[in-house]
T-cell receptor, first 113, second 114 residues
């Protein structure tokens, strides 16, 4: 069945460092792909998405490119801030009668000043 | 535009009891999905309601049931609570059909079963 695999955390970075969080997926067809962010004590916020191969989603300095050949959707940011500390979830959307999100296990990011 | 709201924020129940969680969808959205997020894990799809009908279900037992009302708000009911039901329950609303690829989540209800 469909699945999403993310790199294990926690990822610990200094402020202004470069961030990469790896995400790969297994799915039939070409599902839409998403990154969600969860701040402490809160629900999930949609960060960015891509709906087809080679699409690049971007928001708030974060980017991810839908790579069909490597079945990947890695999240990147050029310069992280302390306020980016959160848990990041990669997800795919399985459609067909109804839409359901299939999530990875999440990657915790801690950014220190 | 009003976002997705959920109530209550926290809840403590005893094993064997029943619980009802509530969700108000974002304005203009007619589809509500429920997810269970165990500690340290990603959310797992429970079911989805579209125009008051359940139109999709994940791998959860029948003691997990739901409702959607004419104003598109929704309830999640769990009977015969088990310790493993302790989790954050998330509600997400979206547009139905092909336009519904973006799901917007509420803050969640933290359920603890003792």
């Amino acid at each position: 069945g469909d699945s999403v695999t993310q790199m294990e955390g926690p990822v610990t970075l200094s402020e202004e460092a470069f961030l990469t969080i790896n995400c790969t997926y297994t799915a039939t067809g070409y599902p839409s792909l998403f990154w969600y962010v969860q701040y402490p004590g809160e629900g999930l916020q949609l960060l960015l998405k891509a709906t087809k191969a080679d699409d690049k989603g971007s928001n708030k300095g974060f980017e991810a490119t839908y790579r069909k050949e490597t079945t990947s959707f890695h999240l990147e940011k050029g310069s992280v801030q302390v306020s980016d500390s959160a848990v990041y979830f990669c997800a795919l959307l399985r459609s067909g009668g109804y839409n359901k999100l299939i999530f990875g296990a999440g990657t915790r990011l801690a950014v220190h000043p | 535009e009003t976002g997705v709201t959920q109530s209550p924020t926290h809840l403590i129940k005893t094993r064997g009891q029943q619980v009802t969680l509530r969700c108000s969808s974002q304005s203009g959205h007619n589809t509500v999905s429920w997810y269970q997020q165990a500690l340290g894990q990603g959310p797992q799809f429970i079911f989805q309601y579209y125009r008051e009908e359940e139109n999709g279900r994940g791998n959860f037992p029948p003691r997990f049931s739901g409702l959607q009302f004419p104003n598109y708000s929704s309830e999640l009911n769990v009977n015969a609570l088990e310790l493993d039901d302790s989790a954050l329950y998330l509600c997400a609303s979206s547009l139905g059909g092909l336009a519904g690829d973006e799901q917007y989540f509420g803050p969640g209800t933290r359920l603890t079963v003792t």
